[in-house]
């Protein structure tokens, strides 16, 4: 279960130098109504309204061309719609605007993960964590752990899961992908520790449950496999998961 994350806009990269602090009377009319053409995009991006999104940040990019936030957005815009060339020029736009915003650093990561570009996904991953004041490293550490593993780096993608998982224990995409990891290193009681973590904080899935399943069944624990087989036949009784229960299939 691979799931890349994206993290917010850049927000207020901080100031430089002798800046002044940009009060309400700093903003001129043209980037007061690109501010609201962009709250409509993020709005409409958040409810998957590619294409009026679309539409409201290319209106808040003419208002104010040097909003980084923006071009961000129309990257993330065109990374969903699978316009892959838009986004980077979209991301590249944004990170010559504000060249030290973490977040637009994952974001662009997140890209070139998808694009296979893992050697300049990791650079920029890295940039991001090497930022004192970005809040989102539990995401990025994840995001990066996944992205290793997507490449077949497994090694380095157990590693990154583990730095996230030191930062929040309780991550249960975290846990649950440290439970794929050691799951194929044949290490079964770490297995049943990271799904146990999850499972007892109320969060299961089919395929939690059936790799938890696949744990107890290795480690020899036939009472701790029959309830989770029951948790699993109750809960998603119509998944593959359940299925492969049934013909004992512990090898799918």
Not at 66 to 89: K, P, Q, V
Not at 183 to 200: C, K, M, N, P
């Amino acid at each position: 279960m691979i799931v890349l994350l994206f993290a917010g806009c850049a927000g207020n990269p901080g100031r430089t130098g002798g800046a002044d602090i940009a009060t309400e009377s700093d903003i001129s009319p043209e980037q007061k109504r690109a501010l609201l053409r962009l709250e409509l995009a993020s709005a409409y991006f958040g409810n998957g309204q590619n294409l009026v999104a679309l539409d409201e940040v290319k209106q808040a990019i003419a208002l104010n061309p040097n909003s980084a936030d923006a071009f961000s957005l129309r990257g993330l815009i065109y990374t969903r719609m699978g316009e892959l060339n838009f986004a980077e020029d979209s991301f590249k736009r944004a990170l010559v605007l504000q060249p030290n915003a973490a977040s637009i650093q994952h974001n662009y990561g997140v890209l070139l993960c998808q694009q296979g570009r893992l050697p300049e996904a990791e650079a920029f991953f890295g940039k991001a964590l090497a930022s004192p004041t970005y809040t989102d490293r539990v995401k990025t550490w994840t995001t990066l752990g996944l992205c290793q593993r997507k490449a077949g780096a497994l090694l380095e993608g157990r590693t990154s899961l583990l730095r996230a998982y030191e930062l929040d224990p309780s991550n249960p995409t975290v846990a649950y992908n440290l439970a794929l990891s050691m799951a194929e290193s044949g290490d079964w009681t770490r297995v049943q520790f990271y799904l146990g973590r999850i499972h007892a904080a109320g969060v299961r899935t089919a395929e939690s449950l059936w790799l938890a399943i696949k744990a107890e069944q290795r480690l020899g624990d036939a009472s701790a496999m029959a309830q989770l087989a029951s948790q699993l036949r109750t809960q998603f009784p119509k998944s593959p998961q359940a299925q492969w229960y049934e013909r004992k299939a512990f090898n799918e």
